[in-house]
């Protein structure tokens, strides 16, 4: 019986140097796979810019592990979501992102390293428009129905938001990626890997992982022993959507008050979005109701919803309850 995978041309390297160089070799016909579940996606959608006729395999070359170390916990890319999901040596809001993403099936299968890196889910781009990120000069989503996967704090080219849910963890927890390419490796912060919507090697996209690079392993620094983390997700559907909007949390305390935080939102900007002034808003006080409130109202006040096709501002006082729940949650651990 014929499927979209016996168009492709499967290769499965035996070490990253291998992999890079069929990377180099194929150009942008060829993307890296591991657990499939986007890349497959897009495939059987047909969106012209993502038809890759070489695929890179690379799930069997020794990624998926999870290694405490003097430094912090390493995480390799293909690390299966639900492995960490359910580990208990990784911080609670690692843990709670990748339990949060999609069903039990697709976390089994996907990996740490293809949430971050994932496509974005806009239906424009996903049914073939010739949208920005496709090939084509214009961002449909900005101008159409932008209800649920669009930014409510701007872009540039594309609106899009990130739909992943693990990035946001590892921006609230100071993380970093390892990236090796022909020219070698390269460890950059999760604001280096994410910086925003740019061209990268011909394709419009958010993250800065060259054609021919693949993400190898994160880095997460040890946390204080007097920290709380959280994270909250609202979404349309309960089961396995993609977040209206979400906030990774990250709080360290002296005694019952914050000494310093981090605040992540994520579904709400074209990359996972820390928000100092939130930061601001509980640092040095202790948690109350009016604290929850004045952070989430600080968390927001850059919003520019969209305003033209259907318009998505309902989404701000939805973001503003996601941080509202997340600190209240983390008040009662």
């Given at each position: 019986?014929?499927?979209?995978?016996?168009?492709?041309?499967?290769?499965?390297?035996?070490?990253?140097?291998?992999?890079?160089?069929?990377?180099?070799?194929?150009?942008?016909?060829?993307?890296?796979?591991?657990?499939?579940?986007?890349?497959?996606?897009?495939?059987?959608?047909?969106?012209?810019?993502?038809?890759?006729?070489?695929?890179?395999?690379?799930?069997?070359?020794?990624?998926?592990?999870?290694?405490?170390?003097?430094?912090?916990?390493?995480?390799?890319?293909?690390?299966?979501?639900?492995?960490?999901?359910?580990?208990?040596?990784?911080?609670?809001?690692?843990?709670?992102?990748?339990?949060?993403?999609?069903?039990?099936?697709?976390?089994?299968?996907?990996?740490?390293?293809?949430?971050?890196?994932?496509?974005?889910?806009c239906p424009y781009l996903r049914n073939d428009f010739a949208c920005w990120r496709n090939g084509g000069n214009v961002c449909y989503g900005a101008i159409g129905?932008?209800?649920?996967?669009?930014?409510?704090?701007?872009?540039?080219?594309?609106?899009?938001?990130?739909?992943?849910?693990?990035?946001?963890?590892?921006?609230?927890?100071?993380?970093?990626?390892?990236?090796?390419?022909?020219?070698?490796?390269?460890?950059?912060?999760?604001?280096?890997?994410?910086?925003?919507?740019?061209?990268?090697?011909?394709?419009?996209?958010?993250?800065?992982?060259?054609?021919?690079?693949?993400?190898?392993?994160?880095?997460?620094?040890?946390?204080?022993?007097?920290?709380?983390?959280?994270?909250?997700?609202?979404?349309?559907?309960?089961?396995?959507?993609?977040?209206?909007?979400?906030?990774?949390?990250?709080?360290?305390?002296?005694?019952?008050?914050?000494?310093?935080?981090?605040?992540?939102?994520?579904?709400?900007?074209?990359?996972?979005?820390?928000?100092?002034?939130?930061?601001?808003?509980?640092?040095?006080?202790?948690?109350?109701?009016?604290?929850?409130?004045?952070?989430?109202?600080?968390?927001?006040?850059?919003?520019?919803?969209?305003?033209?096709?259907?318009?998505?501002?309902?989404?701000?006082?939805?973001?503003?309850?996601?941080?509202?729940?997340?600190?209240?949650?983390?008040?009662?651990?």
């Amino acid at each position: 019986m014929r499927t979209e995978v016996t168009a492709f041309g499967l290769h499965t390297p035996s070490s990253i140097g291998e992999a890079i160089s069929l990377l180099s070799k194929y150009g942008q016909q060829a993307a890296v796979i591991s657990g499939g579940t986007d890349i497959i996606s897009r495939n059987k959608n047909k969106i012209k810019t993502h038809m890759f006729t070489h695929l890179i395999d690379i799930s069997g070359l020794k990624l998926g592990y999870l290694t405490p170390k003097n430094d912090g916990l390493h995480i390799g890319a293909t690390y299966s979501l639900n492995s960490l999901a359910t580990s208990t040596s990784v911080p609670t809001v690692l843990s709670q992102a990748s339990g949060q993403v999609a069903t039990l099936q697709i976390r089994n299968m996907g990996t740490v390293a293809g949430d971050v890196l994932q496509e974005v889910w806009c239906p424009y781009l996903r049914n073939d428009f010739a949208c920005w990120r496709n090939g084509g000069n214009v961002c449909y989503g900005a101008i159409g129905d932008n209800r649920y996967y669009h930014s409510i704090f701007g872009g540039r080219l594309c609106y899009a938001n990130h739909a992943g849910d693990v990035a946001q963890a590892l921006f609230a927890l100071g993380a970093s990626a390892t990236i090796q390419g022909p020219l070698g490796t390269r460890t950059v912060s999760m604001d280096q890997l994410m910086p925003g919507i740019s061209v990268v090697g011909g394709y419009v996209k958010e993250n800065t992982v060259g054609q021919n690079e693949i993400l190898t392993e994160f880095h997460v620094p040890n946390q204080p022993s007097n920290q709380k983390s959280t994270y909250y997700k609202a979404r349309d559907r309960g089961t396995w959507d993609f977040a209206l909007a979400s906030a990774a949390v990250v709080l360290n305390f002296s005694g019952s008050t914050v000494s310093s935080s981090r605040i992540v939102l994520g579904g709400v900007d074209v990359v996972p979005r820390r928000v100092q002034s939130a930061e601001s808003a509980v640092n040095g006080k202790q948690l109350n109701e009016t604290v929850f409130t004045n952070a989430a109202n600080a968390a927001l006040s850059g919003a520019t919803p969209l305003t033209y096709g259907t318009g998505n501002a309902f989404r701000v006082e939805i973001a503003k309850g996601v941080v509202k729940k997340a600190l209240r949650a983390i008040s009662q651990m």
